[in-house]
C-alpha cells in the first residue's frame, strides 16, 4: 500500500466529513479531502470517495495578497514572449526554431512523464538512467523542483477545488492559470502539503540531487545554455536567442501547463464524473502530450497514460512512457480496467462517453483485467 493511503476501515469517512461518531466536529481544519491521489485512497469499487465531497469544493472569500515580485517578474516575461513570438517567425534562423521546438518537447517530458506522472502519481516505475534524464528534462523547465512539483500536486489532488488546493478552480479561469502564482499561498495550501506522507520523494536520491542544486541547475538549463547554444553553434544574434529560444519558449510550455489547470477544469465533457470541474479538452492535450484528459485523470490519478485510450497522436507522453517499457528502462505501469471504467461512466459520468473500447485496437489485454502492473519487473 503507497505511504499516502489510508485504509478506510478506521473512521476514514468521519475523517473525510470532518464528523466524528458522536456527531462533534474534528480538529483537521477547514479543508477536507475531496479526491483521491493513489488507487488504495478510494473507498468505492470504480475509484470514488463514498461520501457526498460537492460542498466543500468551493473557495472562501478573502483578500489576495499580491507577491509584486511575481507579478513584475511575469509581467517582463509576457511582453519579452510576444516579441519573441514574433521573433519566432521573422527573423529566427531555423535551427533556432527547431531548438526551441526541441527544448519545449523535452521541457512537456519532464513535467509530464517526470514530475507528474512518475513523482507525483508514482503510475510507473523507473531506472535510474531513465529518471536522470526526466531530472534533466525537468530542470530544462522550470517549474519549481520536481520535489515540490510533485508535493503540490499531490495536494492539488487530495483537496481538489478547495483552499488547499493551490490552483483552486474554483477561483475562476485566470486564477487557476497564473493568478494563484502571483499572489502568497492560501495557509491551507501550506498545511496541507505538510501533512502528506512524502518519504518516495524524499527515498529518490535523483530527486533529492536536483532540490539541493536547483539553484545552479535550473539557470544553467533553463536560461544560459538555451541562450548561448544558438549562439555558439550557428552564430545566432543574442536578440533572437535570448526571446525566441528562451523567454518565447519557456513561456509558452509554462502557459500549456497552466492551461491544464485552467481549461482543462472548464472547457469539454465529463463522462466519467460530471460532479468534478475537470473536463476532457482535446486541444490541451495535444499541446501538453496527453496531459489535457483531466476528468478521467481525477477520476482515475494512477493510470499512467492519463486517459483511457491509448491514442499516441493526442497522448505523446504514453509513447515515451512506452518506448522506455520496451528497453526496461519504465515498469510497473497501472492502468484501469474497461469494467471499472464502465461501471464509473455509468455511475457518475455525464453521458457524453462514446465508446467503452472493447475491442479497441489500443486496449492490450492486460488493460481488460482490473487495476492491474503491466509490463511487470522480474524480481
Known amino acids: 500500500m ?43 469499487a470504480d475509484g470514488a470517495l463514498n461520501i457526498d465531497v460537492l460542498q466543500r469544493k468551493r473557495a472562501e472569500k478573502r483578500k489576495l495578497k499580491l507577491v509584486w515580485r511575481n507579478i513584475i517578474i511575469f509581467g517582463y516575461l509576457h511582453i519579452a514572449a510576444l516579441y519573441g513570438a514574433w521573433l519566432f517567425f521573422t ?13 519545449y518537447s523535452i521541457g512537456v517530458l519532464g513535467i509530464t512523464a ?30 519549481d523542483a520536481a520535489f515540490h512539483w510533485a508535493r503540490d500536486h499531490r495536494v492539488h489532488h487530495k483537496f ?16 487557476s492559470h497564473i493568478g494563484w502564482l ?26 533529492m540531487w536536483q532540490l539541493k542544486h536547483y539553484n545552479i541547475l535550473m539557470p544553467l538549463a533553463c536560461f544560459i545554455l538555451p541562450t548561448v547554444i544558438p549562439m555558439y553553434f550557428w552564430n545566432e544574434t543574442f536578440i533572437n536567442s535570448w526571446f525566441v529560444a528562451t523567454m518565447f519558449r519557456w ?13 482543462a477544469h472548464k472547457f469539454g465533457g465529463r463522462p466519467y464524473d460530471k460532479n468534478i470541474n475537470p ?20 477520476v482515475f490519478p494512477w493510470d499512467y497514460k492519463t486517459a483511457e485510450w491509448g491514442n499516441y497522436s493526442m497522448n505523446l507522453t504514453t509513447a515515451f512512457i512506452d518506448f522506455f517499457a520496451k528497453i526496461g528502462w519504465a515498469y510497473d505501469l497501472k492502468t484501469v480496467s474497461a469494467d471499472i471504467i464502465e461501471k464509473r461512466v455509468k455511475r457518475t459520468g455525464d453521458g457524453s462517453h462514446e465508446l467503452w473500447g472493447y475491442g479497441d485496437s489500443d486496449i492490450t489485454k492486460e488493460d481488460q483485467q482490473g487495476i492491474i502492473t503491466i509490463n511487470k519487473k522480474q524480481e
Not at 91 to 103: D, Q, R
Not at 182 to 207: E, N
Not at 279 to 298: D, I, L
Open 182 to 207: 502571483l499572489c502568497k499561498k492560501h495557509p491551507d495550501v501550506i498545511a496541507k502539503g505538510k501533512s502528506l506522507d512524502l518519504t518516495d520523494l524524499h527515498a529518490d536520491r535523483i530527486l
Open 251 to 263: 513561456c509558452f510550455l509554462l502557459n500549456v501547463t497552466w492551461c491544464v489547470n485552467s481549461a
Open 279 to 298: 473536463s476532457q479538452c482535446p486541444s490541451v492535450s495535444a499541446f501538453a502530450f496527453g496531459e489535457g484528459w483531466h476528468n478521467y485523470h481525477h
Open 91 to 103: 527573423s529566427a534562423k531555423w535551427p533556432t526554431v527547431f531548438f526551441s521546438i526541441y527544448l
Open 114 to 143: 517526470g514530475a507528474h506522472r512518475l513523482w507525483a502519481h508514482r503510475s510507473y516505475k523507473a531506472k535510474w538512467p531513465l529518471r536522470a534524464i526526466l531530472i534533466a528534462f525537468n530542470t530544462c523547465a522550470f517549474q
Open 2 to 44: 503507497p505511504p499516502n493511503a489510508a485504509a478506510i476501515n478506521h473512521n476514514s469517512l468521519d475523517t473525510l466529513t470532518g464528523q466524528k461518531n458522536d456527531g462533534t466536529k474534528n480538529n483537521l481544519g477547514a479543508s477536507k479531502e475531496t479526491g483521491v491521489l493513489f488507487e488504495y485512497d478510494a473507498d468505492t
Open 160 to 175: 481538489s477545488e478547495t483552499d488547499a488546493d493551490p490552483h483552486n478552480a474554483t477561483r475562476g479561469f485566470f486564477f
